[in-house]
């Protein structure tokens, strides 16, 4: 089992930055990658960015040159950064980590963007 641990949410005005942690504990010797997803209210949960334990990188074409996903794998802890942030990035932001055992998500954690 994997746990996920979210934090760094926030309220921020349009044009500003914010980083997101994503905190993994138990097994994480088998996360393959680590995803980053969002989900507004009354939409479905969308795919934002994943980055593998290569290194390789994708993206929504919605955040590309915007967002920055990373990892620090001595501390097993994924990060988003995002800049110039939208109104239409607000949203409850879902760590998930994918391994051959299956996928886990952490609990979410929120953001606003003020116009």
């Known amino acids: 089992q994997v746990q996920l641990v979210e934090s760094g949410g926030g309220l921020v005005q349009a044009g500003e930055s914010l980083r997101l942690s994503c905190a993994a504990s138990?097994?994480?010797?088998?996360?393959?990658?680590f995803g980053w997803y969002r989900q507004a209210p009354g939409k479905q949960r969308d795919f934002v960015a994943r980055i593998l334990r290569s290194g390789n990188t994708v993206y929504a074409d919605a955040v590309k040159g915007r967002f920055t996903i990373s990892r620090d794998s001595a501390k097993d802890t994924a990060y988003l950064q995002m800049n110039s942030l939208k109104p239409e990035d607000a949203a409850t932001y879902y760590c998930?980590?994918?391994?051959?055992?299956?996928?886990?998500w952490g609990q979410g954690t929120q953001v606003t963007v003020s116009s």
């Open positions: 998930n980590a994918a391994g051959p055992r299956g996928q886990y």
């Open positions: 138990g097994r994480t010797s088998d996360i393959i990658a």
